[in-house]
Structures are given as C-alpha cells and as structure tokens.
C-alpha cells in the first residue's frame, strides 16, 4: 500500500500540468520567433555592393537587377547614392525610421545620397532618409517637393510593403533625376549671369583706370607749371609824370624777381 501511495506520488510530480506545459510551449516559441527574427534585422555593417539589402525579400529578383541598374546610373551621373534595405521585423525597441537614419550615416555619411528602408512587419510604409548635403545641393524647398511626390506615389500604389516599397524607390529615382537637372541648369545660369556681371565691371574698372590716368597727368601737369622759374623781371611803371598823353619822366621803376 506504500509503495503505491509512494509511485502516485511520484507520478503526479513528474506529469506537468496543462498549465505547465502551455508555458513550456510559449517559452520555445517565443526563443524560436526571436532567432528568426534577429536574422532577419542584420547587423548596419558595410553598404551592399549592388546598393539593395532585401533580407524581408520584398523584391524579385528581376527588380533588383533593374533597380540597382538605375541606381548604378543615377550614381554616375550625378554621384548621388541611394541604398534600399529591407528587414522583416525589427526586434525590441528599434523603430525602422531611427534603423534608416543610422544606415545613412554609416554608409553615406556626409557624402551625397539616401537610404529607403522598410520593415514587412510594424512600418506603414517605407521611409527616406536624406544626408544633409543632398538637401544643400537641391534646397530645401526641392527636396521638400520631391519627397510630397514620393509620398503620393506610395500612397497610390497596392497596399502590400513590396508594391508601396518598389514604388518608393522608383518615385525617389526619378525625382532625383529631375533635382539634378534643375542644379545642372543653375550651375549653368549661374555661369552666364557671372559673365553677364564680370564683362561690364571690367569696362568699368578700364574706364575708370583711364579717368585716374587723366586726372593724374594733369595734376602734374599743374604742379609743373607751379614750379617754374621766370628769368626776366616783372617791370611794373605806376605813375608817369609830364604831359597827359604820355612822355615827360618815369618816375619810379621797381623791378621784381
């Protein structure tokens, strides 16, 4: 009868409860979703060489060989590079908008370019994060515009993270593209408006060089005149004595050197 009470015993202490075993289960999960997900949020690291992380594989394969091709071009032609990255989760406290400001510094920093970056799970939608010189280069007014647009054509695109991301992306390109031609055509007003300037100031100061010229030899020419020394004496007769009509005798003569 002991030893049966005794094996009960052990029994009971052995068998989990439901209660036990629900918890058992969530733990693993909970690990297992973790692993996951913190392979899914990569480490910032260094650019990717063809400009697109896509950890949460957002886009096929095909729209990242033609979208790093625009990228790759608008590279060239302006020097402005954009990078996509894209995770799955962001675990703990990251917010994807702080995670794309952090890649932008770590892989432009104070250079020329931007970075998209959306998360498939927690981001209403991708986000741009813009270095400060790409704002001086354009203006603020511009890029303010440019980024109004983007947000538009996310806006009109299929509420899906790949569509609203592919179509940030392609909006962020051609905006770009557009930016840049407005600097190239002020760079090229600026060119002619500094011709325009410099041909009349240098009339200007010709003109003005010739007019000190001038004043400058007559004023030595003045100071020659004042310097002159006359030889002959100044005669000066003031009265005459005898007849009224002239004769009779000079009555003082002064002479002066």
């Known amino acids: 009868m002991q030893n049966s009470t005794t094996q009960c015993n052990l029994r009971a202490l052995l068998t989990p409860s439901p209660k036990a075993l629900f918890l058992l289960v969530l733990t693993v999960l909970n690990w297992i979703g973790c692993s ?6 990569p480490e910032l690291g260094s650019p ?3 400009q697109i992380r896509d950890t949460a594989n957002m886009l096929s394969g095909e729209e990242i ?3 790093g ?4 071009a608008l590279a060239q032609a302006s020097g402005v590079r954009v990078y996509v990255d894209t995770v799955t989760f962001l675990s703990g406290d990251t ?21 998209i970056a959306h998360a498939r799970s927690g981001a209403p939608q991708p986000t741009v994060q ?10 603020e007014v511009r ?37 840049e031609a407005w600097h190239a055509r002020d760079l090229t007003f600026a060119e002619r408006w500094d011709v325009a300037i410099a041909i009349p100031f240098a009339v200007m100061l010709l003109v003005g060089a010739l007019l000190i010229k001038v004043a400058s030899k007559r004023r030595m020419n003045r100071e020659r005149e004042q310097q002159k020394t006359f030889l002959f004496p100044d005669v000066q007769v003031p009265e005459r004595l005898g007849a ?5 005798v000079i009555a003082e003569i002064n002479y002066r050197v």
């Open 65 to 67: 060989r033609a979208i």
């Open 36 to 41: 996951l997900f913190a392979q899914d949020e």
């Open 48 to 50: 990717p060489g063809n």
């Open 69 to 72: 091709a625009e990228i790759a």
């Open 244 to 248: 009224p009509h002239g004769g009779g």
């Open 130 to 139: 813009m270095s400060p010189a790409l704002w001086s280069r354009y203006t």
């Open 143 to 179: 890029v303010a515009g440019m980024l109004k647009r983007v947000g538009a054509a996310i806006s009109l695109a299929e509420k899906n993270p790949s569509a609203q991301l592919k179509a940030a992306v392609l909006s962020v390109i051609e905006n770009l593209r557009d930016l």
């Open 95 to 115: 917010n994807y908008v702080q995670r794309a400001r952090e890649l932008r510094k770590t892989w432009i920093g104070d250079g020329l370019g931007l970075v």
